[in-house]
């Protein structure tokens, strides 16, 4: 289920829109391995406090955010206040089943 912060402005809100699909995607995707699954669902399920003021170079994130904004980047930051890391996160998590990975 989509997951916006109420003062994202549009622009925020379709960044979230192209990662949540390109996250539902890159998960139901046969290549995809298992293990690489449940690392994103690891770092979904963890909170801003232990992510820490983390910058994340995980290849598929960082693909997604690239395609979405068109600009060629190297990081994405590790915050759940983030419409990129949020919507890949939450794109992943809802394309496996619940009972999946613990869910």
């Known amino acids: ?17 192209e990662c949540y699909q390109a996250g539902g995607e890159w998960a139901e995707d046969p290549d995809t391995s298992s293990d690489d699954v449940q690392y994103v669902i690891n770092l979904a399920e ?5 992510l820490g003021d983390a910058e994340l170079d995980y290849p598929p994130l960082v693909d ?9 980047i190297t990081s ?11 919507g890949f996160l ?7 089943g619940d009972d999946t990975f613990g869910l």
């Open 64 to 72: 997604a955010v690239t395609q979405a904004t068109g600009e060629n």
């Open 90 to 96: 939450d794109g992943v998590r809802d394309a496996v």
């Open 46 to 50: 963890g909170d801003d406090d232990s």
């Open 76 to 86: 994405v930051p590790a915050s759940h206040h983030d419409p990129a890391f949020r």
């Open 1 to 17: 289920m989509r997951n916006y912060d109420d003062d994202w402005t549009d622009s925020q809100r379709a960044l979230y829109d």
